[in-house]
């Protein structure tokens, strides 16, 4: 299990500015490695509650709230990551397990019995949360993310691009997942993730494309009933 307790903020910009800021940006930090070119491929399935308690939690704003998925990076890959992800006020928790895709492809199914193999208190919690509040497969959203890492204060930007979703098919490792593009191809998410304080010359970076903060759930943008709150 693995856990990180940071801060996120998260900016619309245009697909003018994310080339402008990639540039900048890859003159003095790493480009994470997995990220030439325009990025790589991160396929998520969102689950929540019967009464989809987590994405009502998001729309009405409600500062300690938590999401529940299943992150793979494609088709090809051979495991997959189960993560909680919890607000608390300005901080953001998230801890993971790494699962085989036998596993992962159990928990496509609603099937969690596989989490009680591990030993392992986050692993049981989730198939506790899981399976007793009735969460249930919800929406699978793609997009292609380029990250740059800064070692001060464990930083991550990720600029976030041609987001896709579909409440119909929950195989995050099929070959021939139909997707829908769910958000405006023209722009970018741009995330910046940190530990402690923003570096000055990431936010005097930030400032000049005059991009405002937003609270963008793709998780919402993925949901047909939680599409009208697109910035929430």
Known sequence: ????????????????????????????????????????TVRSLYYDSLDDWDLEGKVSGIETRRKIRLRNYGPHAETAKLEMKQKQGMWQKKRSLVLNRAQSMQLTAGNYSSLLTFNSDFAAECFGVMQTQCYRP???????????????????????????GTESNFDIFSHD??????????KVVLEVKFDGFLLSYIKDAINEVNAS????????????????????
Request: with cysteine.
């Open 1 to 40: 299990m693995r856990e990180v307790l940071r801060q996120e903020k998260k900016y619309l910009i245009s697909l003018e500015q994310y080339y402008r800021l990639s540039r900048h940006f890859g003159n003095f930090l790493q480009e994470d490695e997995h990220s030439s070119g325009d990025g790589y």
């Open 213 to 232: 903060e937003l609270s963008v759930s793709k998780y919402c943008l993925g949901r047909s009933i939680g599409q009208r709150y697109l910035f929430l």
């Open 177 to 186: 997942l139909t997707e829908n593009m769910i958000f405006d191809p023209y």
């Open 138 to 164: 919800k929406a699978v959203i793609s997009y292609t993310r380029k990250v740059f890492v800064a070692q001060e204060n464990e930083i991550r930007i990720t600029f976030d691009h041609h987001i896709k």
